[in-house]
């Protein structure tokens, strides 16, 4: 896609990425929601000192997503797209990055959670990019998971 970069995200960019967290219309949070879950601008230094993976996608010079990945989980934590930019990839750009990084960190399988609604957009998309629903509901978030397409299996029987 013309005009889209995926890049790494600094500490001046917390203020982009909850902005973008604010304004998505599925699984939305309050700033109070989020905040009870640990979830704040203040913690956005450590998740970044800790060594998540958090990339922010620019269409055309504006904070389009973002997404944020924690390596010791195997877990893609976040990928949010700003409704304003929906449907022009930016959400498989993010997936895409996160995917691979995680995996060049290690990891074999990993693991992501999105709500449990069947009508949330989120369950087509993970699917669509080969993530698979394990059916393991915790509270109001179903998991879906993915192997790292790299590992090869052999039956030596």
């Given at each position: 896609m013309t005009g889209l970069k995926i890049r790494k995200a600094r500490l001046g960019?917390?203020?982009a990425i909850f902005a973008i967290r604010s304004r998505v219309q599925e699984n939305h949070l309050s700033d109070s929601?989020?905040?009870?879950?640990g979830i704040t601008k203040s913690a956005?230094?450590?998740w970044l000192s800790d060594g998540y993976g958090i990339w922010i996608a620019d269409l055309d010079g504006s904070a389009a997503g973002f997404a944020i990945a924690i390596p010791t989980e195997a877990t893609l934590?976040?990928?949010f797209v700003d409704p304003d930019f929906e449907g022009r990839g930016v959400g498989a750009a993010l997936l895409r990055?996160?995917?691979?990084?995680l995996f060049a960190q290690g990891c074999d399988d990993i693991s992501l959670t999105t709500g449990v609604d069947p009508q949330n957009r989120a369950h087509g998309f993970y699917e669509m990019h080969g993530w698979h629903n394990t059916g393991d509901i915790e509270g109001d978030e179903v998991e879906y998971i993915k192997s790292n397409p790299s590992m090869t299996l052999f039956d030596f029987s």
């Open positions: 960019d917390a203020g929601q989020l905040a009870e879950r956005f230094g450590k934590w976040a990928l990055t996160a995917e691979e990084w």
